[in-house]
């Protein structure tokens, strides 16, 4: 079993997976009424999809809304994400700018963990893991496919290749197209669990096909599901006080 990741009060991979709600708004004030609904919201920790973000582009745009998490939301782990158009994000932008923004946002330390994406190469997920480590953030290595799902082989390797370039935990997402596909996904992640728990893993199939993985997914080793507390980030979220109530105890 692999060890837990421990973030602020709170183990990743050990007992229930745990609830991550993701903030989309594309304001400060957004932002601002999203923390509002979070409050009444079972959570254990927040993504802030700085993508969807409006002023992202501008320097230094992410410093008020990490200054307003910190004020808001001490006690919960945050987890910075830049969701790429490459992967099914909002924001186009080369590797040379995704980096930079990426590192300015760590050297920060306003985050306790950061997701950085497998697609733009093995060599920067090895720079950007090393200067998060050298801040004192998690990383999470991510990958998103919104069209198919690979087979279990490609699955339990790509996951693989991130626990090898540092990542404190792995996560991959992938489109179902039939039923099989989310039982590829569901047996990949027993196979990591089982197998090579180097690190905790984070996986789900999205879509309504796939939603029985955001419910079930943490019985066969997945760390985290993503819920909304507001708009969805992706397909096939639930609603995190809905999520609360059924996540089966493992």
Not at 33 to 62: F, K, M, N, T
Request: charged share 20%; net charge negative; hydrophobic share 45%.
């Amino acid at each position: 079993m692999a060890q837990p990741v421990l973030v602020k009060n709170l183990a990743i991979g050990e007992g229930q997976p745990k609830i991550a709600v993701p903030l989309t708004a594309p304001t400060l004030s957004g932002l601002e009424e999203a923390l509002d609904q979070l409050a009444e919201c079972p959570c254990d920790l927040v993504e802030w999809r700085a993508d969807c973000y409006g002023p992202i582009r501008e320097p230094g745009s992410w410093k008020a809304p990490l200054a307003l998490f910190r004020e808001r939301i001490p006690h919960l782990p945050l987890l910075f994400t830049i969701r790429t158009a490459a992967e099914g994000g909002n924001l186009a932008i080369s590797t040379e700018a995704y980096v930079q923004l990426l590192e300015e946002a760590m050297d920060s330390g306003a985050m306790d963990l950061a997701d950085v994406e497998l697609s733009r190469g093995s060599q920067v997920m090895e720079r950007l893991v090393d200067r998060a480590h050298r801040k004192g953030i998690k990383v999470v290595g991510s990958c998103h496919d919104f069209q198919k799902t690979p087979s279990r082989e490609a699955l339990v390797r790509t996951l693989c290749a991130m626990q090898d370039l540092g990542c404190d935990l792995a996560k991959y997402a992938v489109m179902p197209q039939t039923e099989q596909d989310v039982l590829t996904l569901l047996a990949a992640t027993l196979e990591m669990k089982e197998e090579h728990p180097r690190t905790p893993v984070i996986t789900m199939s999205m879509g309504a096909m796939g939603a029985v993985t955001r419910i079930g997914g943490g019985r066969f080793g997945s760390a985290v599901t993503f819920a909304t507390a507001g708009p969805a980030s992706a397909p096939g979220q639930l609603p995190a006080d809905l999520l609360a109530q059924v996540l089966p105890r493992v």
